[in-house]
């Protein structure tokens, strides 16, 4: 069994790190009981999964244990959260702060992504300590993490887990705000965060033993993690009713989980962590999500083989200890049925759900059990929804539905994206279309532009494209997609155009701004460099008759008046394809260059191109796009029997999609001009 009372007779950073070490010991004992038959179910799921998977897992009361690369750094997303949180309850516990002092929300703090903060408040709302931790953990609200993280100050977390024995666990900058790192290299590695599989496993069994700071502490933190939002991962396929307190992450490449699963046969503590996904799309079928509930029900199984893990016969059959769906219905049903009760929903069955259930029973001249049966069940009648005007089974069944005419055999085909263009290469003339002025976020499709401008500057002066360009911090530090170069390392405008257009390079394409902002708009009342280039790409627009387009950034990340149409990207590739370098450039599938850092070192770099039609006869361009905003997007150029097309698909519903759309609009147009082969 694994005990961790220790740290209640030395020094608890000692103990902690005893803790570490024991766990990596078992990653190491291959004669674990649980390691044959756990290896022989887990690893042909892990080993099937494209990306790269670290697993640790630890059945409490009987030490028994699995690992799979659980000594490896991995990015963590949104999962180093619980960590942050240990140390804001150290610095509580400390005296530095109280869970009940105020923050109060600027716009200066709002990252503009889909959290709560975000959406439904404004600045100079005022909240305690306690819910921004709330926020951060149940709704992994981002700029709640950012204000928690600002208190306690941003090394904070990684010194704490550094005194504590786990070097490898770190926050590394503030959300979406990598300019703020405090470990630049692990961020460009890692992103947010970094932990292993196997410190993420030691940081909650400590915290089920009580020994993270205080065991009321750990209550408290507990209580959080019991409310995540997240059933996308671990908890996926946990049985009805399962208790799971634990945190989640993901971003695009990486999808992380890990907690304490309460089971029958005692608490079960897993850490699933998973990088460089080949699937990276938003659903909730991502395949690292699958596999993270895949570990978790088989672990669950395994260590629960002797108790009775199915489904209840009768799940209705509610009391003190349910959870779920169900208790909130319960809980709504109660407090329509008689209104005095004002309990509260949250779908735990709780001491007041207990007894407005037996006041219930009491006015109905029921059994006073507390437990919801089949005779409460009955008296309680049709169970109250979140929708109080969902209609009654009677007035559903007697609609009529009026079926829409046929599917016509002949137009466009059906796609996923919410809006296409397509249009004759060779004159830019737009041939068919649906959505096509819909004003829509454009996402790396955006770079089309920066590289126009930059493209026109050299057909003007070829030597444009050998003036060197060195990165800035600024440049470095830009989130999202990377071409790589590091502040201070030179390269040629030339070379970076690759960069900016064959990885989708957001960091080369801040680069370019600085580099050509002042030559491309010397107006100064434009700002400085990075501002004047922005102030080109709309003044180009308005040239090229974008009427739908406006530009924030020269990337394509989300912004508010960061927009353009399918017709308007037609234009824009159309006059980009004239250019002799750009057409060369995204008819690349990879390219290799080297780039020179301060003191004369140099580092080779290989970009290889987003756009997977390249690597099918026929295309020759252009460029890839996604985001939350914007799905996934592509600007391609296609030809057949000498007759070549511009197609934009903007908002498809996954990478896939994007690819899949355009090759049936491409044939489907192919068609109607009477392609044949």
């Known amino acids: 069994m694994i005990s961790f009372s220790l740290a209640r007779s030395m020094n608890s950073s000692r103990a902690l790190g005893l803790m570490l070490l024991l766990l990596l010991v078992m990653q190491q004992n291959t004669t674990c009981r649980a390691a044959d038959e756990l290896a022989r179910q887990l690893k042909p799921l892990i080993d099937a999964h494209k990306g790269d998977v670290g697993v640790a897992i630890a059945h409490l009361p009987s030490g028994e244990s699995f690992t799979h690369r659980a000594d490896e750094a991995m990015p963590t997303a949104s999962l180093i959260k619980f960590p942050v949180m240990i140390a804001t309850y150290q610095a509580i516990a400390d005296g530095k702060l109280s869970l009940d002092q105020t923050v109060t929300l600027t ?25 921004a931790i709330r926020l951060m953990i149940v709704h992994s609200e981002n700029t709640a993490t950012n204000l928690v993280a600002d208190r306690i100050g941003l090394p904070t977390t990684a010194e704490m887990m550094e005194r504590l024995g786990f070097p490898n666990t770190k926050l ?107 699937d990276r799309s938003w659903s909730q079928n991502n395949t690292a999500q699958v596999l993270c509930g895949k570990i978790a029900r088989i672990a669950y199984d395994h260590f629960n083989s002797d108790a009775d893990t199915k489904e209840p016969s009768n799940p209705n059959l509610l009391a003190i200890g349910s959870s779920g769906h169900l208790v909130e219905a319960l809980q709504r049903t109660l407090n329509a049925r008689m209104p005095s009760l004002d309990i509260g929903v949250d779908g735990d069955f709780g001491p007041q759900t207990d007894g407005a259930v037996r006041e219930f029973q009491r006015a109905q001249n029921l059994s006073e059990t507390g437990k919801v049966d089949e005779q409460t069940w009955k008296a309680l009648g049709p169970l109250v929804t979140k929708d109080p005007d969902q ?12 079926k829409r005419a046929a599917d016509p055999l002949t137009g466009a085909p059906f796609v996923t994206c919410e809006a296409w263009a397509i249009a004759d290469a060779d004159t830019g003339k737009l041939l068919w279309g649906h959505n096509e002025d819909e004003p829509r976020d454009m996402a790396s499709t955006t770079k089309i532009m ?35 170069v590091r502040a201070g390392e030179q390269i040629s405008v030339g070379e970076l155009l690759y960069g900016l257009l064959l990885p989708s390079g957001n960091d080369a394409s801040v680069a370019f701004a600085e580099h050509f902002g002042a030559r491309l708009s010397p107006d100064e009342a434009a700002g400085n460099s990075y501002d004047q280039f922005i102030a080109a790409m709309n003044s180009t627009a308005q040239e090229l008759g974008m009427k739908e387009s406006s530009f924030e950034n020269p990337n394509g990340l989300t912004a508010p008046n960061h927009k353009t149409s399918p017709r308007d990207l037609l234009k824009l590739t159309y006059r980009a394809m004239r250019h002799e370098i750009f057409r060369t450039i995204v008819n690349t599938v990879q390219h290799g260059v080297t780039v020179e850092g301060p003191g004369g070192y140099q580092r080779n770099l290989v970009w290889r191109n987003t756009n997977r039609l390249l690597r099918t006869e026929g295309y020759s361009g252009v460029k890839t796009g996604t985001t939350r905003a914007a799905g996934s997007c592509l600007v391609s150029h296609g030809t057949r029997e000498e007759q070549s097309l511009l197609v934009v698909v903007l908002g498809s519903s996954s990478t896939d ?8 609009l491409y044939r489907w147009a192919w068609q109607q001009l009477g392609v044949t082969e």
């Open 657 to 664: 999609a994007r690819y899949a759309d355009s090759r049936n």
């Open 450 to 484: 920066t590289a126009y401008l930059v493209t026109s500057l050299a057909d003007k002066d070829p030597a444009v494209l050998d003036e060197k360009l060195i990165f800035s911090q600024r440049a470095d530090d830009t989130i999202g997609s990377t071409a790589g």
């Open 172 to 278: 590394h900058s503030k959300v979406s705000l990598r300019s703020t790192s405090v470990f630049p290299e692990r961020s460009k590695k890692f992103g947010l965060g970094s932990t292993t599989a196997a410190e993420m496993v030691a940081l909650f069994t400590a915290l089920h033993n009580g020994e993270l700071v205080s065991p009321k502490a750990c209550e408290q933190m507990l209580e959080h993690l019991y409310k995540c939002a997240d059933d996308s991962m671990c908890a996926r396929d946990l049985p009805t009713g399962t208790k799971f307190a634990h945190k989640s992450g993901a971003v695009s490449a990486a999808r992380t989980n890990a907690g304490i699963i309460d089971s029958p046969n005692g608490p079960i503590v897993i850490c699933v962590l998973t990088a460089n996904n080949e």
């Open 391 to 402: 209609p009654l089974p009677e007035e559903v069944n007697a609609q009529k539905i009026e």
């Open 107 to 131: 716009e200066a703090d709002r990252i503009h992504d889909y959290g709560p903060l975000t959406v439904d408040f404004s600045p100079g709302t005022t909240f305690s300590l306690y819910d």
